[in-house]
C-alpha cells in the first residue's frame, strides 16, 4: 500500500539552531501535504500546510519545501526555541483529497530543543 | 467557541465489553475521520464519513463501528472483537480546503 516515510525519528537541537524532518512519500497522485505538532497527551495541531502547485511556503519561523519529482518535502523550523519541542507528523493526501480526504501519515519525530 | 471535543479524556474497559468513543463537532465541517495512535507511531485511520449517514471503513477498521446519524456527531464503538484496544483515539474534521483539524483525544486503557 501507498507509505510515507519520516526521518529522523528523534531530533535534539540547541535553541537558536534551526530544525529540519524529511518525509518521502509513494502516491504519485498525491497534492496535499500537511504538518501537523502534538504535545504530549494532546491532538496534533496544524502548523503548516503545502499543495502540489508550489514549491515552497512559509510562515514566520516555520518553512516547507516539495519536491513533487523526488516525492519529497520538508519542514524546516529557523530560531528554534523551548516551546517548539513536541512531535511533528508529516502526511501526504491519498491520492486527490478531493475523493476522500484520506490522508497517510508519517512515524513522527519528536524534537528536542534544548535552552 | 468552536472546535472538536471528545470524551470522555480516559475510558477503561474491561474484557468484553463494548464501550463508544464521543466526538462532536460545531464546525458545520461534513467530513469526519476517526484514528488510532499507538506510542512512537503515526495515525491510522480507522473509519470515515463524508456525509450524514454515510461512513467507509479505514485501515484497521476490523473490531470497531461507527455510526453517523446527525452531520455534528461521530461516535466510535470499539467492540469486544478488538482484542488489543489499549491506543490514544483521535476524531478529526475536515473543512472545505481539505484541512484537518483534531480533537484533544481519548485515551483507552484495558482493565
Known amino acids: 500500500g501507498e507509505n510515507v516515510e519520516q526521518h529522523p525519528s528523534t531530533l535534539s537541537v540547541q535553541e537558536g539552531d534551526s530544525a529540519v524532518i524529511k518525509c518521502t512519500y509513494s502516491?504519485?497522485?498525491?497534492?496535499?501535504f500537511p504538518w501537523y505538532k502534538q504535545e504530549l497527551g494532546k491532538g496534533p495541531q496544524l502548523i503548516i500546510d503545502i499543495r502540489s502547485n508550489v514549491g515552497e511556503k512559509k510562515d514566520q519561523r516555520i518553512a516547507v519545501t516539495l519536491n513533487k519529482t523526488a516525492k519529497h518535502f520538508s519542514l524546516h523550523i529557523t530560531e528554534t526555541q523551548p516551546e517548539d519541542s513536541a512531535v511533528y507528523f508529516c502526511?501526504?493526501?491519498?491520492?486527490?483529497?478531493?475523493?476522500?480526504?484520506?490522508?497517510?501519515f508519517g512515524q513522527g519525530t519528536t524534537l528536542q530543543v534544548k535552552p | 467557541d468552536g472546535g472538536i471535543t471528545q470524551s470522555p479524556k480516559y475510558l477503561f474497559r474491561k474484557e468484553g465489553q463494548n464501550v463508544t468513543l464521543s466526538c462532536e463537532q460545531n464546525?458545520?465541517?461534513?467530513?469526519m475521520y476517526w484514528y488510532r495512535q499507538d506510542p512512537g507511531q503515526g495515525l491510522r485511520l480507522i473509519y470515515y464519513?463524508?456525509?450524514?449517514?454515510?461512513?467507509q471503513k479505514g485501515d484497521i477498521a476490523e473490531g470497531y463501528s461507527v455510526s453517523r446519524e446527525k452531520k455534528e456527531s461521530f461516535p466510535l464503538t470499539v467492540t469486544s472483537a478488538q482484542k488489543n484496544p489499549t491506543a490514544f483515539y483521535l476524531c478529526a474534521s475536515m473543512d472545505y480546503k481539505e484541512t484537518q483539524y483534531f480533537g484533544p483525544g481519548t485515551r483507552l486503557l484495558v482493565l
Open positions: 464519513s463524508q456525509i450524514v449517514n454515510d461512513f
Open positions: 464546525l458545520n465541517h461534513d467530513a
Open positions: 502516491d504519485s497522485a498525491s497534492n496535499y
Open positions: 502526511a501526504a493526501s491519498l491520492g486527490s483529497t478531493s475523493n476522500t480526504g484520506k490522508l497517510i
